[in-house]
C-alpha cells in the first residue's frame, strides 16, 4: 500500500484536469476560438462559411484539385487588406507584377521566395512568422504532415498574420491540427470551396465562388494574357 486514498488520487486527477482545461492553447470542438483578427473574403457566401473572414493567427489550409483552381480568387481580396509585407514561398508560377498590382496588391510589399527543398520553405516561413514583421505568408508544399502544420501554427500563435498553407488535395493529411481546412476544385466559371474544418463552427456543404474576369482566371492561372496572374 503506497498510503494514498483512492479519493485523494481522484482528486489529484481533478486538478490535472482543471488545470488542462484553463490551457488557453486548448481548442474545444464545440466553444468559438477567439482569433486576433479577420480579413474580408472575396463574397459574403464565403464570409459566413469561414465565420465572419479569414483568420489569423491560425493556419490555414488549401487543398487544390490542381495549381490554378481559382485558389487566388479567393485570396486576394486578403493580400490587399493585410497590414504588412507579403511572402509567397515556393510558388508553382512566378507571380506576375502588373496583374498584382491591378488587383490591388502592393508590390513593393511582395516578397517572392523559392526554396530548394519543401523542408527550407517550411524553415523560411516559419522565421518570417517569428519574425512579426508580415502580414501574410502564403507556401506551397507537395504534402503537409500535422506536425509540420503544428509547427507553422506555433510560429503564428500571438501574431495578426494571415497564414495559408496551398498543398495538392492528394497531399492533405487526413487529420491537421490548422484551424481552417478547405478543398477547392477548377469550375467553368469560378472555384467550388468545400469547408472542411473550421474552428468553432460546423464545415460547409460545396459552393462556387465565381472568377474575377481580369484580375484572376483559375484555370488561367500561369497565361497572364488570358487574365491570370502568374508567368511561367
Not at 485523494?8 to 486538478?15: F, I, K, S, V
Not at 490551457?23 to 480579413?39: F, I, K, T
Not at 491591378?102 to 524553415?123: C, M, N, S
Not at 469550375?187 to 468553432?200: F, I, L, M, Q, S
Request: hydrophobic share 45%; with cysteine; proline share 9%.
Amino acid at each position: 500500500m503506497n498510503g494514498v486514498q483512492p479519493e485523494d488520487r481522484g482528486a489529484a486527477h481533478c486538478r490535472s484536469l482543471d488545470r488542462l482545461l484553463d490551457d488557453a492553447r486548448l481548442w474545444r470542438g464545440s466553444s468559438p476560438v477567439s482569433v486576433a483578427s479577420r480579413l474580408p473574403a472575396a463574397t459574403p457566401q464565403l464570409e459566413a462559411a469561414l465565420g465572419g473572414g479569414w483568420p489569423c493567427g491560425v493556419v490555414c489550409e488549401l487543398a487544390l484539385s490542381e495549381p490554378g483552381c481559382g485558389e487566388l480568387t479567393l485570396l486576394l481580396p486578403v493580400l490587399r487588406e493585410v497590414q504588412g509585407p507579403t511572402a509567397w514561398i515556393a510558388p508553382p508560377h512566378v507571380p506576375h507584377p502588373s496583374a498584382l498590382a491591378a488587383a490591388g496588391v502592393a508590390i513593393k510589399d511582395t516578397l517572392l521566395i523559392e526554396p530548394a527543398t519543401p523542408a527550407q520553405a517550411q524553415w523560411a516561413a516559419e522565421q518570417l512568422l517569428r519574425s512579426g514583421v508580415y502580414g501574410a505568408v502564403l507556401l506551397w508544399l507537395p504534402t503537409v504532415s500535422p506536425r509540420a502544420v503544428r509547427r507553422l501554427q506555433l510560429a503564428a500563435q500571438g501574431s495578426a498574420a494571415f497564414v495559408a498553407i496551398l498543398v495538392p488535395d492528394a497531399g492533405s493529411a487526413l487529420t491537421s491540427p490548422a484551424a481552417l481546412r478547405m478543398a477547392l476544385t477548377a469550375g467553368a466559371h469560378g472555384v467550388r470551396v468545400t469547408v472542411r474544418k473550421r474552428r468553432g463552427g460546423r464545415p460547409s456543404p460545396p459552393f462556387m465562388v465565381e472568377y474575377r474576369a481580369g484580375v484572376m482566371a483559375g484555370p488561367a492561372f500561369a497565361d497572364a494574357g488570358a487574365g491570370g496572374i502568374a508567368a511561367n
